[in-house]
């Protein structure tokens, strides 16, 4: 990686070759002049969606093109996780959910059950993309031929929506978001398979979930339709209203975000769990989840280090360590955008990634973040905390 490279460096690359001066690309992104010219210069980090997004509209691109860049050699989100994605895609497209697969023997059930409670148990919710993406191709295949089973159908199907489910949040961490979107629409075929509304309910939800950043206001529609799906349970119509506050949040629209996460907590506090563990590992909704959603949703919406007020309430403690991590990664976020809490924020990111490290290498926001951080601090002479971090995100110049 060139010396300071990230979102900022691509920014300026796509603009001066769209031909667009930074007054005229700002005015398209609805931010000022500049903040533009601090993003370019790596001087301030692109903190909101809104942000980045409106920057992707302005110049006509992806904002993956921002995002998806090759990560360093320090970086615990290895090429060997990315070489995963070839079967997994491959297992995605070549069968659907209602088909069963001849090209190996079946492996016993028990077996499978434990491969498959390893994944929800233990690899998704401490983030382990790598072994992730080694064991979810075949798993889904086993789950297949047992769906094809009278005796274990029933428990086969919830187990390929929990599989699907994770194997889209795995292919959406390592920059392939294409195959997130289509184990989303996995999972809703599955659910109609099943024929059960509560199953039917996270199918609604997860869709929305996955969809495209180019879609916030289909996002939107989408979520607040999964809020209210006919027989589906309190944990998914709150996770939607957690979707429906981020696609706001990420159009800019304060009130409406806050109304949704309003309502979310409101369905938190009535289910009286910090964290439920229904959903095949889906959802992990509950009051500890809806309190790290709050500081999400703050620093989308520009509380900066203000955020901390919000997370101190937050019981981190209560949830998986995915959840865990994204706090410390999220509370970071915020508090890194003040030179006064730049320390904390820094100690915040050391948690996180001491927690889940390959959710927080993965973390396109905080990558960025760190590379105005390493910038700053070689003008007022950084720590050496800082430079390893930054080579372990595989942002430090080589």
């Known amino acids: 990686m060139e010396d300071g490279e990230y979102i900022g460096q691509r920014v300026r690359e796509l603009r001066i070759w769209r031909g667009l001066s930074l007054e005229v690309t700002a005015q398209l992104a609805g931010i000022s002049y500049g903040y533009l010219g601090q993003i370019e210069r790596n001087e301030k980090p692109v903190a909101r969606r809104q942000t980045l997004e409106g920057i992707a509209r302005a110049l006509k691109v992806h904002p993956g093109e921002f995002t998806n860049r090759p990560l360093g050699p320090g970086s615990t989100v290895s090429s060997a996780a990315h070489a995963h994605l070839e079967a997994i895609e491959a297992v995605l497209t070549e ?36 072994a992730m993406a080694e064991l979810v191709p075949n ?33 959406s961490a390592l920059n392939a978001a294409h195959l997130g979107h289509l184990a989303a629409e996995r999972v809703s075929q599955t659910a109609k398979l099943l024929e059960d509304p509560e ?25 607040v339709e999964a809020t209210d799906a006919p027989g589906s349970r ?39 769990l910090a964290n439920s563990a229904w959903g095949a590992g889906t959802m992990n909704f509950g009051t500890s989840n809806v309190g790290i959603w709050r500081v999400t949703l703050g620093v989308e919406l ?11 309430d937050v019981e981190w403690q ?9 706090y410390w990664m999220e509370l970071g976020r915020g508090l890194v955008e003040d030179k006064r809490t730049v320390k904390a924020g820094l100690e915040a990111f050391l948690k996180a990634e001491e927690l889940t490290p390959e959710q927080f290498h993965a973390n396109a926001f905080v990558r960025d973040a760190v590379v105005t951080m390493l910038g ?16 372990r995100l595989g942002v430090a110049p080589v």
């Open 318 to 326: 209560s949830i998986s360590i995915s959840r865990q991590g994204a």
């Open 376 to 391: 700053k601090a070689r003008r007022d002479a950084g720590g050496v905390e800082l430079r390893g971090l930054a080579y």
């Open 95 to 130: 069968y659907w959910p209602g088909e069963v697969p001849d090209d190996a023997p079946t492996r016993p059930w028990k077996q499978v059950r434990a491969e498959l409670t390893k994944l929800i148990d233990e690899l998704r919710p401490q983030s382990q993309y790598e």
């Open 199 to 223: 199953w039917l309910g996270v199918a609604s939800w997860t869709r929305a979930h996955y969809i495209s950043s180019l879609s916030r206001n289909r996002q939107y529609e989408l979520a």
């Open 234 to 272: 309190l944990e998914s119509r709150g996770m939607s209203h957690l979707t429906a506050a981020l696609a706001k949040a990420a159009q800019g629209d304060e009130d409406t975000a806050k109304a949704h996460l309003a309502e979310a907590g409101d369905m938190a506090t009535s289910l009286g």
């Open 302 to 312: 520009g509380a900066g280090a203000g955020i901390a007020e919000v997370a101190r």
């Open 139 to 171: 798993l889904i295949r086993d789950l297949l031929r047992h769906a094809g089973k009278p005796r274990q159908r029933s428990a086969a199907l919830k187990g390929l929506i929990g599989t699907y489910h994770a194997t889209g949040r795995v292919t």
